[in-house]
């Protein structure tokens, strides 16, 4: 009797899940939610400019017009595309390398603790210090670069997955191992999935600060990139194109949180409602 009202809240799952308050999801309102926000910023922007009157405090329109000429003459392109190939490929070293040991040290207790001290040392060390390092040991390249960028990043991702491989049911890998499934089916299709959440926690978490951290590096020895470029702004006390490049990188970071991250995460974890 009470298949009909299990029926319709599996729908309601798949076709929006509860938000905070019990609201369900819509893509529509939650797009215009964030268009307002934003519409919010720079009036607010335009308000304090208007008011400041100040050169270090350039108007929206100013910002966006300097945006228009750096595309035109290729170099925001050029440091934007030199960034994104140090974000993506030092991202993807530390989710995998991360991953990895996570796992092994939330199934393994010997190696949870023997690993321990080396996780929390590498918690606590200082990105500059990891990027000075670099720079000496291995010179001023890229590698050097997205290698700093990494192992400032890896801990971070082996703290929240390793929570993940502790947090595994065991009833349905005893379901899993029950029906003899291969060791790689019972791997993608039992235990990964309830590793998702984890995952995109560490996944976010380590966006968040591996877009920071390139800056920094590309600043200190790089000689393209964003961060080199606002270094250079930095040092012509050029507001305009400090702002420029900071909205435009700040903008392709809100893209991929909306256009990869969120539709993923909804995919994946939609097993769970």
Same mark, same amino acid.
């Given at each position: 009797?009470?298949?009909?009202?299990?029926?319709?809240?599996?729908?309601?799952?798949?076709?929006?899940?509860?938000?905070?308050?019990?609201?369900?999801?819509?893509?529509?309102?939650?797009?215009?939610?964030?268009?307002?926000?934003?519409?919010?910023?720079?009036?607010?922007? /335009?308000?304090?400019?208007?008011?400041?009157?100040?050169?270090?405090?350039?108007?929206?329109?100013?910002?966006?017009?300097? &945006?228009?000429?750096? &595309?035109?003459?290729?170099?925001?392109?050029?440091?934007?595309?030199?960034?994104?190939?140090?974000?993506?490929?030092?991202? #993807?070293?530390?989710?995998?390398?991360?991953?990895?040991?996570?796992?092994?040290?939330?199934?393994?207790?010997?190696?949870?603790?023997?690993?321990?001290?080396?996780?929390?040392?590498?918690?606590?060390?200082?990105?500059?210090?990891?990027?000075?390092?670099?720079?000496?040991?291995?010179?001023?390249?890229?590698?050097?670069?997205?290698?700093?960028? #990494?192992?400032?990043?890896?801990?971070?991702?082996?703290?929240?997955?390793?929570?993940?491989?502790?947090? &595994?049911?065991?009833?349905?890998?005893?379901?899993?191992?029950?029906?003899?499934?291969?060791?790689?089916?019972?791997?993608?299709?039992?235990?990964?999935? /309830?590793?998702?959440?984890?995952?995109?926690?560490?996944?976010? $978490?380590?966006?968040?600060?591996?877009?920071? &951290?390139?800056?920094?590096?590309?600043?200190?020895?790089?000689?393209?990139?964003?961060?080199?470029?606002?270094?250079?702004?930095? /040092?012509?006390?050029?507001?305009?194109?400090?702002?420029?490049?900071?909205?435009?990188? $700040?903008?392709?970071?809100?893209?991929?949180?909306?256009?990869?991250?969120?539709?993923?995460?909804?995919?994946?974890?939609?097993?769970? /409602?």
């Amino acid at each position: 009797m009470n298949r009909p009202a299990e029926a319709s809240t599996a729908t309601a799952g798949v076709l929006g899940s509860p938000g905070k308050g019990g609201v369900p999801w819509r893509p529509g309102r939650d797009a215009l939610l964030r268009l307002a926000s934003l519409l919010l910023f720079l009036l607010l922007w /335009q308000l304090a400019a208007t008011l400041a009157e100040d050169p270090t405090v350039p108007m929206p329109a100013v910002v966006f017009a300097r &945006i228009g000429s750096e &595309i035109a003459s290729m170099a925001l392109p050029h440091h934007l595309g030199v960034t994104l190939y140090r974000v993506a490929v030092s991202f #993807a070293a530390a989710m995998l390398i991360g991953a990895a040991i996570g796992i092994a040290m939330g199934r393994w207790v010997v190696l949870d603790r023997f690993l321990d001290g080396w996780l929390v040392l590498g918690l606590n060390i200082p990105a500059l210090v990891t990027i000075i390092l670099c720079y000496i040991w291995f010179g001023l390249n890229d590698w050097a670069a997205i290698l700093a960028v #990494a192992l400032n990043k890896i801990p971070t991702v082996v703290v929240t997955v390793r929570e993940g491989a502790r947090a &595994i049911d065991p009833r349905l890998m005893a379901v899993a191992h029950a029906y003899r499934l291969p060791a790689s089916r019972k791997f993608l299709r039992v235990y990964l999935p /309830q590793l998702h959440p984890y995952l995109f926690a560490a996944a976010r $978490a380590g966006l968040s600060l591996i877009w920071k &951290i390139v800056l920094v590096v590309e600043l200190l020895g790089r000689s393209e990139g964003i961060g080199f470029q606002l270094n250079v702004f930095f /040092q012509f006390f050029d507001i305009a194109g400090i702002l420029a490049y900071t909205l435009v990188f $700040a903008a392709v970071v809100l893209l991929v949180e909306a256009l990869a991250m969120r539709p993923m995460e909804r995919r994946l974890n939609r097993w769970r /409602q």
